[in-house]
């Protein structure tokens, strides 16, 4: 069982995570609704994931994603989950700057569908990427006249399912295509932005992010 932490300043959405998680079979282990409360709790139960609402108090602009920069410096093996009312491509490259392994970007829209959340927390607690659709098309869009202009409407396709967090198999699904041509294309994809494979999807998934990002 996956073990949480969340970190929302608002009483109701809070309780309301919690009790989506609990019946989806997350262990919700803390609620806490700032950043030192966050650091103490994580310091404390040490969980898989912290889930962190980027707006939290005293200011209510980037609270939350400093404390999540802070706790992926402190421990470095708890995942982070980042929940955004917005897109900001910048808050996405800091999280990535601070580590490739364990970390998720999603609109808090997405919470909503309760199968897709808890599983880009699975994701994000094995170590993998959970990167919200709209982020991932910010920074292709960013890019697209620069570097990635070399690949093909469907590669694009591909690398925007794969900077989500997809495995081959998910990618094959959603884009009605053979397992094997989704290898195919991501050969191509990784030859094409002068990217080594690496066995591990969510490593190169991230090293395309920084790459569409300018890192």
Request: net charge negative.
């Amino acid at each position: 069982m996956v073990r949480v932490v969340i970190a929302e300043d608002s009483l109701l959405l809070r309780e309301g995570l919690s009790r989506l998680l609990v019946e989806a079979g997350v262990d919700v282990v803390a609620g806490v609704e700032d950043g030192d409360r966050l650091l103490a709790e994580v310091d404390r139960h040490r969980p898989d994931v912290a889930v962190v609402d980027i707006r939290m108090p005293p200011t209510h602009t980037d609270e939350g994603l400093r404390a999540a920069l802070e706790l992926r410096r402190r421990y470095p093996e708890t995942g982070v989950l980042v929940l955004s009312q917005y897109v900001r491509v910048s808050y996405a490259a800091e999280l990535l700057d601070a580590g490739t392994d364990g970390v998720g970007y999603l609109l808090k829209d997405r919470v909503s569908d309760v199968a897709e959340f808890v599983a880009a927390i699975r994701r994000v607690g094995s170590g993998g990427s959970a990167f919200d659709p709209d982020v991932v098309r910010h920074l292709l869009g960013r890019r697209r006249d620069e570097r990635d202009d070399v690949l093909t409407e469907r590669e694009r396709a591909v690398l925007a399912l794969m900077a989500e967090g997809r495995t081959n198999q998910a990618i094959a699904q959603r884009l009605y295509i053979a397992e094997r041509t989704v290898e195919k294309h991501c050969t191509a994809i990784f030859a094409k932005l002068g990217l080594a494979a690496s066995p591990h999807d969510h490593r190169r998934v991230l090293a395309v992010l920084r790459h569409l990002n300018g890192g």
